[in-house]
């Protein structure tokens, strides 16, 4: 039976109405969904979306910090950073038609239209501008255009360097020709280098700085990197879509590099070039292995120079280095270290200069004790002597009788007191502690061989702040190598003042000894340190060397130095010069009275004339002393 027609049409007009609500669901639920997802797009997702964006058309480029200058303590230029410029290949560029189409078109005097019109094959255009960039810069490369395009042509290096070095009305001529020529994917790139104007001079105490320029190698460089670094900024530009050209108008982010502070030394580039040639010339006369001096002010601790020879050294590896020897390199002090033993003895009123020991030899031309277990020579003999000539004539038999008037205990206290056994608070890369063992492992031995210099081990910088503390009337100071530190426009904005490490020894002992070093050079082995008309005060080392490799001492074969002080009635430099088995055909002459002191005495009589300290016997002219009130 048929439906009724009414009924069928309310049927279909159900059927109408359901698939309308679905639609309109189904348009709701996608409106909904399209909401969403941009809300989540446009809101949540708007600031790492648009930083991603960012990162395709922006560039960060880094604004290198300058490091901080070295100053000597005259205003002498020793180490400085230079902004350069080189010029560099982008090959990813040269090598994408893209990119050097508009460039090719614009050589030919074309439109972008009319050039894409002529159909060139992409890898045509590439050749053909690559021919146009190689013809450009070949001149001013200095090579020949096939040499250029060569290196400008697929390889295994991405973004060669054509040159460096360029000062900037160089890189300002590069630019234009690049920007006449319409040359793209050759670009100028700064970039900062470590100058040194002194050379090679300084060159042990300044050190280096690594090619990336994060920390310094050796010396000041290396001591003081965290006040000479700066820290780098940086600044984002914006890019076209070939990421070629910069588009002008955009404010990126920008951070202002933070230059590094300057460092000014106590080195004097005068004394250190006088010490420095001195040197060099007793190297080549004397032929060593090694010298190195060290030059200090002892009222302050202040080093006003330091050297040695050779420059280079080679080091366990077979390569080679340049170290400062004059802190990291050990010897035996030999009888310079009369200089501690007698100090002890006399600080601790064991003894007085005129105290008298027998130091004759006892037996077989030599002395000695405990059934022949120590075993103690002089150069000559001797009979009788005062403490005063034992130092004058440096008596091995009389350091040891002198050191046994004093506990082994306390002897080891003066010497560390001195600074021997620890590093100095210097703290150059590389220094050392020296060698000094603790009294309970001395041998039954022990005390006469320390006693006159062997057994233990110290830098020429120990010893130069050893003798110091005696012209200092007994205080040792802390060797002092930086003077202060300056921002970038030279204004001073720290002090490092002379710091006084402790009083090792009574002023009266420092005075009893600074007689008994003046004996020495007028009287004794150190003869040749004499200046004339300067009263000068020190002691000669001679001790046998030790070889590094055998470990054995070896026959004709010694360190040989000298280590005092001028004026000594008003010390104003004290020196060290120790010369590493130095050569002679007469084995007479390796001695440091013969070697070293000559040299010393040199290096004072110039030191001396240069801060004007006249003479006992006349006055220079640059030296005008104040006249007395009437």
Same mark, same amino acid.
């Given at each position: 039976?048929?439906?009724?027609?009414?009924?069928?049409?309310?049927?279909?007009?159900?059927?109408?109405?359901?698939?309308?609500?679905?639609?309109?669901?189904?348009?709701?639920?996608?409106?909904?969904?399209?909401?969403?997802?941009?809300?989540?797009?446009?809101?949540?997702?708007?600031?790492?979306?648009?930083?991603?964006?960012?990162?395709?058309?922006?560039?960060?480029?880094?604004?290198?910090?300058?490091?901080?200058?070295?100053?000597?303590?005259?205003?002498?230029?020793?180490?400085?950073?230079?902004?350069?410029?080189?010029?560099?290949?982008?090959?990813?560029?040269?090598?994408?038609?893209?990119?050097?189409?508009?460039? /090719? =078109? +614009? $050589?030919? @005097?074309?439109?972008?239209?009319?050039?894409? *019109?002529?159909?060139?094959?992409?890898? !045509?255009?590439?050749?053909?501008?690559?021919?146009?960039?190689?013809?450009?810069?070949?001149?001013?490369?200095?090579?020949?255009?096939?040499?250029?395009?060569?290196?400008?042509?697929?390889?295994?290096?991405?973004?060669?360097?054509?040159?460096?070095?360029?000062?900037?009305?160089?890189?300002?001529?590069?630019?234009?020709?690049?920007?006449?020529?319409?040359?793209?994917?050759?670009?100028?790139?700064?970039?900062?280098?470590?100058?040194?104007?002194?050379?090679?001079? /300084? =060159? +042990? $105490?300044? @050190?280096?700085?690594?090619?990336?320029?994060? *920390?310094?190698?050796?010396?000041?460089? !290396?001591?003081?990197?965290?006040?000479?670094?700066?820290?780098?900024?940086?600044?984002?530009?914006?890019?076209?879509?070939?990421?070629?050209?910069?588009?002008?108008?955009?404010?990126?982010?920008?951070?202002?590099?933070?230059?590094?502070?300057?460092?000014?030394?106590?080195?004097?580039?005068?004394?250190?070039?006088?010490?420095?040639?001195?040197?060099?010339?007793?190297?080549?006369?004397?032929?060593?292995?090694?010298?190195?001096?060290?030059?200090?002010?002892?009222?302050?601790?202040?080093?006003?120079?330091?050297?040695?020879?050779?420059?280079?050294?080679?080091?366990?590896?077979?390569?080679?280095?340049?170290?400062?020897?004059?802190?990291?390199?050990?010897?035996?002090?030999?009888?310079?270290?009369?200089?501690?033993?007698?100090?002890?003895?006399?600080?601790?009123?064991?003894?007085?200069?005129?105290?008298?020991?027998?130091?004759?030899?006892?037996?077989?031309?030599?002395?000695?004790?405990?059934?022949?277990?120590?075993?103690?020579?002089?150069?000559?003999?001797?009979?009788?002597?005062?403490?005063?000539?034992?130092?004058?004539?440096?008596?091995?038999?009389?350091?040891?009788?002198?050191?046994?008037?004093?506990?082994?205990?306390?002897?080891?206290?003066?010497?560390?007191?001195?600074?021997?056994?620890?590093?100095?608070?210097?703290?150059?890369?590389?220094?050392?502690?020296?060698?000094?063992?603790?009294?309970?492992?001395?041998?039954?031995?022990?005390?006469?061989?320390?006693?006159?210099?062997?057994?233990?081990?110290?830098?020429?910088?120990?010893?130069?702040?050893?003798?110091?503390?005696?012209?200092?009337?007994?205080?040792?100071?802390?060797?002092?190598?930086?003077?202060?530190?300056?921002?970038?426009?030279?204004?001073?904005?720290?002090?490092?003042?002379?710091?006084?490490?402790?009083?090792?020894?009574?002023?009266?002992?420092?005075?009893?000894?600074?007689?008994?070093?003046?004996?020495?050079?007028?009287?004794?082995?150190?003869?040749?340190?004499?200046?004339?008309?300067?009263?000068?005060?020190?002691?000669?080392?001679?001790?046998?060397?030790?070889?590094?490799?055998?470990?054995?001492?070896?026959?004709?074969?010694?360190?040989?130095?000298?280590?005092?002080?001028?004026?000594?009635?008003?010390?104003?430099?004290?020196?060290?010069?120790?010369?590493?088995?130095?050569?002679?055909?007469?084995?007479?002459?390796?001695?440091?009275?013969?070697?070293?002191?000559?040299?010393?005495?040199?290096?004072?009589?110039?030191?001396?004339?240069?801060?004007?300290?006249?003479?006992?016997?006349?006055?220079?002219?640059?030296?005008?002393?104040?006249?007395?009130?009437?």
């Amino acid at each position: 039976m048929a439906a009724h027609p009414q009924i069928e049409h309310l049927r279909r007009e159900r059927a109408m109405g359901t698939r309308m609500a679905c639609v309109t669901m189904g348009l709701i639920v996608g409106f909904t969904g399209i909401s969403v997802r941009l809300y989540w797009l446009q809101v949540k997702m708007h600031k790492p979306l648009a930083a991603e964006a960012a990162k395709l058309r922006q560039d960060r480029i880094v604004l290198p910090a300058l490091r901080g200058s070295i100053w000597d303590s005259s205003g002498e230029l020793l180490a400085q950073d230079r902004t350069l410029t080189e010029i560099y290949a982008d090959k990813k560029h040269l090598e994408d038609p893209k990119v050097v189409m508009p460039c /090719l =078109a +614009h $050589v030919k @005097g074309l439109t972008r239209a009319q050039f894409k *019109a002529q159909n060139v094959p992409d890898a !045509q255009v590439v050749t053909d501008y690559r021919q146009h960039v190689a013809k450009v810069i070949a001149p001013l490369l200095g090579k020949t255009e096939a040499e250029t395009f060569k290196q400008l042509s697929p390889g295994d290096l991405k973004s060669p360097i054509l040159i460096q070095s360029l000062e900037k009305e160089d890189a300002e001529n590069w630019r234009t020709v690049l920007k006449e020529q319409h040359i793209t994917g050759i670009y100028p790139r700064a970039y900062v280098r470590r100058f040194n104007p002194a050379g090679d001079r /300084l =060159a +042990h $105490v300044l @050190g280096t700085v690594n090619r990336e320029r994060q *920390a310094g190698v050796e010396g000041v460089e !290396q001591l003081m990197n965290g006040t000479l670094k700066g820290l780098d900024g940086y600044e984002y530009v914006e890019r076209d879509s070939n990421r070629r050209r910069e588009l002008p108008g955009f404010a990126g982010e920008v951070q202002e590099p933070k230059h590094g502070k300057g460092v000014v030394l106590t080195i004097d580039m005068h004394l250190q070039e006088q010490l420095e040639d001195i040197l060099l010339h007793a190297y080549h006369q004397h032929n060593p292995n090694k010298i190195q001096a060290v030059l200090i002010e002892p009222t302050s601790g202040s080093i006003l120079a330091m050297a040695s020879q050779p420059l280079e050294q080679t080091n366990k590896e077979g390569s080679k280095e340049r170290r400062n020897m004059a802190v990291t390199d050990l010897y035996e002090p030999g009888s310079t270290m009369k200089i501690l033993t007698l100090s002890a003895g006399l600080d601790l009123h064991r003894v007085n200069l005129d105290t008298t020991f027998d130091c004759s030899p006892n037996k077989d031309d030599c002395y000695q004790e405990q059934n022949g277990l120590i075993k103690l020579r002089d150069d000559e003999t001797n009979g009788r002597l005062t403490v005063k000539g034992i130092l004058t004539h440096s008596s091995n038999i009389g350091a040891y009788k002198v050191a046994k008037t004093i506990t082994s205990e306390h002897f080891y206290d003066y010497i560390t007191a001195f600074g021997f056994g620890s590093k100095t608070a210097l703290s150059m890369p590389r220094e050392q502690a020296g060698i000094l063992r603790p009294v309970d492992k001395w041998s039954a031995t022990s005390l006469s061989r320390i006693a006159m210099g062997y057994e233990i081990s110290v830098t020429p910088l120990q010893m130069a702040m050893a003798v110091g503390t005696i012209a200092n009337k007994g205080v040792r100071m802390q060797p002092r190598l930086i003077d202060r530190l300056v921002d970038a426009d030279g204004h001073t904005t720290e002090m490092l003042p002379p710091v006084a490490v402790r009083q090792v020894c009574s002023a009266r002992t420092a005075a009893a000894m600074t007689e008994a070093l003046e004996s020495v050079v007028t009287e004794g082995t150190g003869k040749q340190a004499a200046v004339e008309g300067v009263r000068v005060a020190g002691k000669t080392g001679t001790a046998q060397r030790c070889d590094p490799v055998t470990h054995h001492y070896t026959p004709g074969h010694y360190v040989v130095s000298f280590v005092g002080f001028a004026p000594a009635d008003n010390p104003k430099v004290a020196c060290v010069i120790v010369m590493d088995d130095p050569k002679a055909e007469d084995r007479k002459q390796l001695y440091g009275g013969k070697l070293a002191a000559p040299v010393f005495a040199e290096v004072v009589k110039k030191t001396l004339d240069y801060i004007a300290v006249a003479p006992d016997h006349t006055l220079k002219l640059s030296y005008v002393p104040q006249q007395e009130p009437q």
